[in-house]
């Protein structure tokens, strides 16, 4: 009998031992994944979204299928940040800002006039800082994969050009449902209307805003040439967008399964962000093409630009903590070489 119990002892010893080791030791499972982005198909973040799908069905041997729901039809970017952590989408890419909801440190990359080139954003948000915020992200029900980029953000509107800081002043603009693009318009003297993206061209269509502010990129994709008469170049403000993934999804995954979705992550971070520094220089010559008129801010008016948020630069310096935001500047000026 004792003989008889050990064999059946030893029989079980390794089924029990994986179990024991949970999905980490087991190989790639099939899983089918819902990825939503607000954007159309042919913006650089959709692109992104497609070259992830390729990596990750080439990595995990045609196991893991990524569902893309570009366009906003699972809802708008608070809406789908909702469903990620309650675990009814699995990944979503948006602008980092929009986080700062969740995590209020994510407010510091919303700063405007911060970066003076993608370049720079990429060491920043690549290195310690961007990863330090991605840490935080966990205890709300998210897991950060890769940065990947929007771009800069340049002013459009319906009533006439704009080419000084005067030329804001009463103008309703769209904002991102974010805090600090809200004052920041604020500041400068318009009315900032904080709006889904997904309603946005119905918005500027009816004239509910006379404008809003989005990379070149943007403009074109969403055709808002159609209902927006003037573009001014302001690049007031640089957008990192984040990879996330439901924790709820994340957790059930073995270590073989979410190096998969990291290393594709990655390598899609690197080629999105080409793809969208390609167009964004493009954007703009075909966007003067639709016959949009297209102005650039002077050094003295940009200045003045500048000078007008500092007083909201140091209120959300104050909120957001101010060793974040000193944490930030000291990894750009490292970045800089000062």
Do not use: C
Request: no cysteine; aromatic share 6%.
């Amino acid at each position: 009998m004792l003989n008889r119990l050990m064999k059946l002892t030893l029989g079980l010893a390794v089924p029990l031992a994986l179990l024991a080791a949970g999905p980490s030791a087991a190989e790639i499972r099939e899983h089918q994944l819902k990825f939503a982005s607000a954007n159309n198909k042919g913006h650089p973040q959709v692109t992104g979204m497609e070259k992830f799908a390729e990596l990750v069905k080439d990595k995990s041997g045609g196991k893991i299928e990524i569902k893309l729901f570009p366009g906003g039809v699972l809802g708008g970017d608070v809406q789908t940040v909702s469903a990620l952590q309650g675990g009814v989408i699995e990944m979503t890419v948006l602008n980092a800002g929009i986080l700062a909801g969740n995590v209020k440190q994510f407010g510091a990359v919303d700063l405007p006039f911060l970066f003076n080139s993608g370049e720079e954003a990429d060491k920043v948000m690549d290195g310690p800082f961007g990863t330090g915020l991605m840490q935080l992200l966990p205890d709300t029900g998210l897991v950060g994969l890769a940065y990947w980029e929007l771009g800069f953000r340049n002013l459009t509107n319906n009533r006439h050009a704009v080419t000084s800081l005067d030329d804001i002043k009463g103008l309703k603009i769209r904002t991102i449902q974010s805090p600090i693009p809200i004052e920041l318009f604020n500041a400068l003297g318009a009315n900032a209307v904080p709006l889904p993206y997904t309603e946005l061209y119905t918005a500027l269509e009816t004239g509910t805003v006379d404008g809003q502010e989005n990379p070149a990129a943007n403009i074109l994709n969403a055709k808002f040439y159609e209902v927006q008469k003037y573009m001014t170049v302001t690049r007031h403000q640089y957008n990192p967008q984040i990879v996330l993934i439901s924790k709820k999804f994340w957790d059930g995954l073995n270590d073989e399964e979410k190096g998969v979705l990291q290393a594709a992550a990655t390598e899609a971070r690197d080629y999105q962000r080409q793809v969208s520094r390609d167009l964004d220089k493009k954007a703009i010559d075909e966007i003067k093409a639709t016959g949009m008129q297209v102005d650039e801010l002077s050094a003295e008016e940009t200045q003045k630009f500048r000078e007008a948020v500092k007083p909201m630069i140091e209120k959300f310096t104050a909120e957001i903590g101010s060793d974040t935001v000193n944490s930030l500047f000291k990894e750009l000026n490292a970045v800089r070489g000062n």
